[in-house]
């Protein structure tokens, strides 16, 4: 994004009261008791939902479009959940201080962790993707305190002083960040020092258009075009939550034989196994994906949404 001239003035000021508004709640749900803090997350989501008509508007939209077969009953039901899952998750990812390594690991069921282990084994890092789903915040946290070195890729908040309070919880945790902007040289170094990057490819991008619930979807190329160029071994990996304080993460290598014919053809063939495994779990469990997000932006603008949506 450019400077703040290139902003209008009402969304700079947007920004930092919704920054403020967030700093300000980290100090409150830090102080919290356990139970009260869980309930008090679930009343912030359900309180955002009234509260912000473009987001609620743009996760119903989202959730119709993407299951046509629900009632309006359903889809306003998962919205809410939505959004009462990720007030709890953001009161969870500010309280992270009072739990204990050994409470974070034994919270994770890790399914298919060997095959990172056995990656790492052979020198040449490991990529995983992974998606704004369920608590993919303690999953990471949960690898690093099993001693893997591990970086995140993440997109910078619009607010400067936000995105330092939240990297800052990463890295007492052992997780390195570095900005999406600045990322292609970083990975490249931590890929060469046999670490483990983690990239989320759930947003809207201005990369390729790959199916995502049967729609194109503009998606980060990056995770396909590294892994074909440089032969790091690429995994998805998704930590759902399953009961109240449990969660199981899933891992699972991505294989892919290129056909070298065309390296943009590959780059799609393997983005689009990844939107498929994406979508796969936030079928089994709607309500932990972040349906409040502008998915296909991109579509929109390019006039493709609504020929994708005609039978």
Known sequence: MAGNEAVPLKKRI???????????????????????????????????????????????????????????????????GVFEHFGRLMVQFFRFDRVSDQQILDSVEFEGLEAIEAALDKGKGALVVTAHFGDWERMAHSVAIRGK????????????????????????????VFSRGRAAREILRRLAANEI???????NTREILVPFFGIPAGTNEAPAALHLRLGTPLFTAFCAEIAPGRYRAV???????????????????????????????????????????????????????????TP
């Open 14 to 80: 947007e920004r930092s009261v919704g920054g403020a508004a967030l700093r300000s709640l980290a100090a409150v749900v830090r102080r919290l008791p356990d139970g009260m803090a869980e309930r008090f997350g679930k009343s912030v989501g359900r309180l955002l939902f009234r509260l912000s008509r473009k987001y609620r508007s743009r996760a119903l939209s989202n959730l119709a479009m993407c299951f046509p077969e629900w009632s309006s009953q359903k889809v306003h039901a998962t919205a809410v």
């Open 149 to 176: 070195k591990i970086s995140v890729v993440a997109r910078d908040s619009n607010e400067e002083r936000t995105t330092k309070l939240v990297n800052s919880v990463r890295k007492r945790h052992g997780i390195d």
């Open 197 to 203: 990057v983690g990239i989320l490819t759930d947003q």
């Open 251 to 309: 891992v699972e290598p991505v294989t892919f034989t290129p056909r070298n014919e065309s390296r943009e053809r590959d780059v799609v063939e393997i983005m689009s196994l990844i939107n498929e495994r994406i979508e796969r779990a936030v079928r089994e469990r709607p309500e932990q994906w972040l349906w409040m997000h502008d998915r296909w932006r991109w579509t929109r603008e390019l006039g493709l949404l609504e020929k994708a949506k």
